[in-house]
C-alpha cells in the first residue's frame, strides 16, 4: 500500500494547471510561472491551505514564484560558498557544511516538500546551480574521524524525505559513533506534509535512546497551523523527539505586531518550541522578502517580550560565515553604576536594583 504522504509527493502541485485546482491565479502569478525557469511545487496538502483569490495570502507569497526573483541588487553572489565556508582550507565532504567547532550541519538531499521562494540554500535547492555530492557514508565517515564533533543537525532538501529505511541507517550510524551525543533534524515537513509524521517514521528514528532526537522545523504564519500539525507535532512529542521551530523574518508574511504574536502563541498551542527567528538571508534573488535587519529585535520587543510567556521567545539571530549572530532587542538596561542597575520593561516602566562588585 502505498502511504499517504507518498501519494501527496507524487501529485505535488507543481504546474499551472494542477495549482488552478486550489486558486485563481493572478496574472502576475502565471507570468511568473511561464517565465522564469524555477523550481517549484507545494504539496496538495499545504496548497489546500491556500487563500483562493488573494494573491497577498502568506501561503501563496512563499510558494508561488514571483517575477521579482530575477532582481538581484542587494543579496550576494555564490552565497552559500561563503555561508558554508566551502572555500576554506579544511577538507570536507561536499555534505558537510561546517562553522563551529562541536557540531556541523550534514546535508543529506536536495528535495522538498515545498519549494520555499526565500530559501535561502535556493542556489542548491532551487536554482540548482550549486551541485553537491551527497554521499552519505562519506559524510558518516568523515562524523566517525572527527571525534570533536558531538552534535550533527541533519539538512537538505528536506531529510525527512528519505524512507524510513534511510533515517534508520543515518540515526543508527550516528548514534553508533562514540562521540555523538546529539542528532538534530531541519524539516518543514510537520509543517507542509504533516502525512509523513507515521507510525513508520516513529519506529525508524523515535524511542528512548540516550542519543536524543530533536526535530526544528519551519513555520512562518500562523496560518500553516492545523489541526492535523498539532497531531503530527503530538506524535513526534509521544515517541521522544522535541519540536523547535525555526521561523524565517519575511516582509509583508509576518513582520507586523499581530502576525508575529500569533505565530508564536499558536506553535506553543500545539506544543513546538519557538527556536529562532532567522533574518532572511541576503542569497540571491529573494529582496523582495528582507526587511532590515533591526525588524526582527524590535517585533520580539514589541510583540513577544513581556506581551507573552518566556516559552514563546525566540532567539533572533543573523546567520552568516562566522555562525548566528544574536540580534536582540537591547533596551532593558536603561543605565548602571558601580552601586545599581536601571532597568525597563516591555511598558516603558523604570526600576533599579543593586549591583554586586565582583
Ligand atoms: C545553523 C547551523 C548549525 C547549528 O547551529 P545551532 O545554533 O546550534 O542551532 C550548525 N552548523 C551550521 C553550518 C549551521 O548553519
Ligand atoms: S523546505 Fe527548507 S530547504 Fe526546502 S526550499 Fe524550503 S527553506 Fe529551502
Given at each position: 500500500?502505498?502511504?499517504?504522504?507518498?501519494?501527496?509527493?507524487?501529485?505535488?502541485?507543481?504546474?499551472?494547471?494542477?495549482?488552478?485546482?486550489?486558486?485563481?491565479?493572478?496574472?502576475?502569478?502565471?507570468?511568473?510561472?511561464?517565465?522564469?525557469?524555477?523550481?517549484?511545487?507545494?504539496?496538495?496538502?499545504?496548497?489546500?491551505?491556500?487563500?483562493?483569490?488573494?494573491?497577498?495570502?502568506?501561503?501563496?507569497?512563499?510558494?508561488?514564484?514571483?517575477?521579482?526573483?530575477?532582481?538581484?541588487?542587494?543579496?550576494?553572489?555564490?552565497?552559500?560558498?561563503?555561508?558554508?565556508?566551502?572555500?576554506?582550507?579544511?577538507?570536507?565532504?561536499?555534505?558537510?557544511?561546517?562553522?563551529?567547532?562541536?557540531?556541523?550541519?550534514?546535508?543529506?538531499?536536495?528535495?522538498?516538500?515545498?519549494?520555499?521562494?526565500?530559501?535561502?540554500?535556493?542556489?542548491?535547492?532551487?536554482?540548482?546551480?550549486?551541485?553537491?555530492?551527497?554521499?552519505?557514508?562519506?559524510?558518516?565517515?568523515?562524523?566517525?574521524?572527527?571525534?570533536?564533533?558531538?552534535?550533527?543537525?541533519?539538512?537538505?532538501?528536506?531529510?525527512?524525505?528519505?524512507?524510513?529505511?534511510?533515517?534508520?541507517?543515518?540515526?543508527?550510524?550516528?548514534?553508533?559513533?562514540?562521540?555523538?551525543?546529539?542528532?538534530?533534524?531541519?524539516?518543514?515537513?510537520?509543517?507542509?506534509?504533516?502525512?509523513?509524521?507515521?507510525?513508520?517514521?516513529?519506529?525508524?528514528?523515535?524511542?528512548?535512546?540516550?542519543?536524543?532526537?530533536?526535530?526544528?522545523?519551519?513555520?512562518?504564519?500562523?496560518?500553516?497551523?492545523?489541526?492535523q500539525t498539532a497531531r503530527a507535532i503530538?506524535?513526534?512529542?509521544?515517541?521522544?523527539?522535541?519540536?523547535?521551530?525555526?521561523?524565517?523574518?519575511?516582509?509583508?508574511?509576518?513582520?507586523?505586531?499581530?502576525?508575529?504574536?500569533?505565530?508564536?502563541?499558536?506553535?506553543?498551542?500545539?506544543?513546538?518550541?519557538?527556536?529562532?527567528?532567522?533574518?532572511?538571508?541576503?542569497?540571491?534573488?529573494?529582496?523582495?522578502?528582507?526587511?532590515?535587519?533591526?525588524?526582527?529585535?524590535?517585533?520580539i520587543r514589541d510583540a513577544l517580550r513581556?506581551?507573552?510567556?518566556?516559552?514563546?521567545?525566540?532567539?533572533?539571530?543573523?546567520?552568516?560565515?562566522?555562525?548566528?549572530?544574536?540580534?536582540?532587542?537591547?533596551?532593558?538596561?536603561?543605565?548602571?553604576?558601580?552601586?545599581?542597575?536601571?532597568?525597563?520593561?516591555?511598558?516603558?516602566?523604570?526600576?533599579?536594583?543593586?549591583?554586586?562588585?565582583?
Open positions: 500500500m502505498i502511504e499517504e504522504w507518498v501519494k501527496q509527493m507524487q501529485n505535488q502541485v507543481n504546474s499551472i494547471e494542477k495549482l488552478e485546482k486550489y486558486i485563481n491565479l493572478s496574472d502576475d502569478e502565471r507570468h511568473a510561472i511561464e517565465k522564469l525557469n524555477t523550481r517549484w511545487g507545494v504539496s496538495p496538502y499545504f496548497a489546500s491551505l491556500m487563500d483562493k483569490d488573494d494573491p497577498e495570502c502568506p501561503i501563496r507569497k512563499q510558494v508561488i514564484p514571483s517575477i521579482k526573483e530575477r532582481v538581484n541588487e542587494y543579496g550576494m553572489n555564490n552565497y552559500l560558498v561563503w555561508k558554508e565556508n566551502r572555500a576554506t582550507e579544511e577538507a570536507r565532504p561536499d555534505s558537510i557544511a561546517r562553522q563551529y567547532h562541536d557540531r556541523i550541519a550534514f546535508t543529506v538531499t536536495e528535495t522538498c516538500g515545498i519549494y520555499c521562494r526565500h530559501c535561502f540554500r535556493k542556489e542548491l535547492v532551487v536554482d540548482r546551480d550549486l551541485k553537491l555530492r551527497m554521499d552519505v557514508k562519506e559524510g558518516l565517515e568523515w562524523i566517525s574521524n572527527h571525534p570533536e564533533i558531538r552534535d550533527v543537525l541533519i539538512t537538505g532538501g528536506d531529510p525527512l524525505l528519505l524512507s524510513d529505511d534511510k533515517l534508520k541507517y543515518l540515526v543508527t550510524s550516528l548514534r553508533d559513533i562514540p562521540h555523538i551525543e546529539m542528532i538534530r533534524i531541519g524539516s518543514r515537513l510537520p509543517i507542509v506534509l504533516p502525512q509523513r509524521i507515521t507510525d513508520g517514521l516513529k519506529k525508524a528514528i523515535g524511542g528512548y535512546h540516550k542519543v536524543p532526537v530533536w526535530i526544528n522545523t519551519q513555520c512562518n504564519h500562523p496560518k500553516e497551523i492545523t489541526e503530538y506524535e513526534l512529542m509521544s515517541c521522544g523527539i522535541n519540536v523547535g521551530n525555526q521561523a524565517v523574518l519575511l516582509k509583508g508574511i509576518n513582520d507586523d505586531v499581530d502576525t508575529f504574536r500569533e505565530l508564536h502563541q499558536k506553535l506553543l498551542r500545539i506544543r513546538i518550541r519557538p527556536y529562532y527567528v532567522f533574518y532572511c538571508e541576503p542569497a540571491p534573488g529573494i529582496d523582495h522578502f528582507r526587511t532590515p535587519v533591526e525588524k526582527g529585535a524590535e517585533l513581556g506581551h507573552t510567556t518566556g516559552l514563546a521567545q525566540p532567539m533572533y539571530v543573523l546567520a552568516t560565515n562566522i555562525g548566528k549572530v544574536p540580534l536582540m532587542p537591547d533596551y532593558y538596561i536603561v543605565g548602571k553604576n558601580e552601586k545599581e542597575y536601571a532597568l525597563r520593561n516591555h511598558k516603558g516602566e523604570e526600576t533599579k536594583i543593586p549591583n554586586m562588585p565582583a
